[in-house]
């Protein structure tokens, strides 16, 4: 029979089984009875695990907005360049950052001085400057170790321990960083709460740092753009100024660049050249006013290459819809503000009409003593007559209407302008007054506009310097050509002044002593100078005359006494 067949050995295995039940029923029996304890220490584990497993997304949800928040709002302030609104923004993030009751951001300014730029409260408000509160003693000390500042409690902290801002301003949490602009302190932000305790901590100390160091870029770029805006709004006045002065001034500026290309033109240049800036400018100055150019370039190259000025250069120029013009230029070199040439300032100036009134007022000297010329003032003068005694002479060429006869114009009037310019002269020496050429006689007269207490005498000198002219021209001329002048003189009233339209004006003399002058010169013999009486009573004592036949003229219905000059004693 085998061995597990033995009743001894299934008797030994039954009770090993039996053993094995009872311990298993024991075992189940106790875990029923302290499952509930198992079940219950492993939920208070659980669920301790849980509020910890919580604290940490917490803490982690808050470090994700908080980083969240300052990557957006260094978004923001680095997006504007507007000074006060970076400022504001700064102000308000970190006060929504760090739980802060206030918070103040100081600058240094020009002087380096750190003054406070903008204070706002948690109910995002500027803080009135009446309620600067806060602790010097924090900021001068991260304002000199350029270190940040965290008390939780600055009532009980060692460091501040008897100071009287934090004791006075009753400050309980403060954090203070510094502003860090490429490695020097430009400033500060100051945080704090005067309510609570422990509201900062590392987290948000480090927190305000790195938003500081983006602050302080931001704030920077809006300085260099406020200082940019506020140079570029400076340059466009002085621009504007520019214009302004360029478009006022009587000449005309052009200027080129190192290769000759117009950069600017005035008005004035523009009237004088006859285009208009949009026409030169850009242009090259060759292409534009080939003419001018010819003249100016070897100039500009002068300019250029010496660089030295050319001042009073005059050139005659002539343009199709203009004619012949005359011109006065002035080339400078243009430089910046290094003192380099930059290229040719050009200083236009035309002289056409000046020096045609310059003619005219030489021909005018021609006709009035310039001395009596200085004393007119055109502006001055009205359209109306003033009396005034005159003593008026008249001089004619005598046989001049047959002498005409045998001459070709052009001869003709060669002739007879050098002894009207002899007669000029005379009278322009003794400081009379030419009125006018009458064909081959000339009319004048003494005493106006500027006094002549002898202007008597003055006449009658002039009278006989024609005589000694004529002889001299005699000398001079071909016998044909030999011819005289009789002279008459007259002293009496006359009107004397501007007479005729505000478009055409004679500054003359208009009277019956004018008139008796004219028929006294009429019955002058060649080369005779007969003169009133009236005139003679005013020179009897220093001239040498005679008496002549009395004249009866047109008009008159007395005779007329006149008298012979034969010459001065």
Sequence with gaps: ???????????????????????????????????????????????????????????????RSKMLALTNISQVINSSLELDEVLRIVMDTIIHLTNAERCYLMLRDEQGVMTTRIARNWEQE?????????????IRRVIEKGQPVLSTNAQEDPRFRGQDSIVAYNVRSILCVPLMGK???SGVIYADNRVQSGIFSIRERDLLIAFANQAAIAIENARLFTSLRHSLANVTELKNLMDNVFSSIASGVITVDMKDKITFCNPVAEVILGHTAVELVGQQLDEVVPSLAKDLLPHIAKVRQSDQPIVDLEVTHTLPDRGRLEWRLNLSPLKDADQTTQGIAIVLD?????????????????????????????????????RVDITTIFADIRDFTGFSE????????????????????????QGGTIDKFLGDAIM???????PQPDHTLHAVRAALVIQEATHRLHA?????????????IHYGEAVLGLIGTEKRIEYTAIGDSVNTAKRIQENAAPNQILISKDAYERVKQQVKARPDTPLMVKGKRDPIEVYEILGLK
């Design 1 to 63: 029979m085998p061995e597990e067949n033995d009743p001894i050995h299934l008797d030994k295995r039954i009770q090993v089984i039996s053993q094995t039940i009872t311990k298993l029923r024991n075992d189940l029996i106790s875990t029923r009875e302290n499952l509930p304890i198992i079940i219950n220490e492993n939920m208070a584990l659980l669920e301790k695990e849980l509020s910890r497993f919580g604290h940490q997304v917490k803490s982690l949800e808050e470090e």
């Design 183 to 185: 490695s020097i302190l």
């Design 476 to 488: 001079e001329l071909p016998a044909e050509a030999h011819l005289s002048f009789g002279v008459g």
């Design 444 to 450: 004048a007269w003494f005493n106006a506009p500027i």
């Design 406 to 429: 045998k001459l070709s114009p052009e001869d003709l009037v060669a002739i007879l302008n050098r002894y009207l310019a002899a007669a000029a002269e005379a009278i322009l020496e």
């Design 126 to 138: 500027s803080v009135n400057p009446s309620e600067y509160a806060i602790s010097q003693t924090v």
């Design 350 to 386: 035309d002289l056409t009409e000046r020096k045609h009134l310059e003619a005219q007022r030489r021909l005018l000297e021609r006709m009035v003593s310039p001395s009596v010329l200085a004393q007119l003032e055109p502006d001055s003068q009205q359209l109306s007559g003033k």
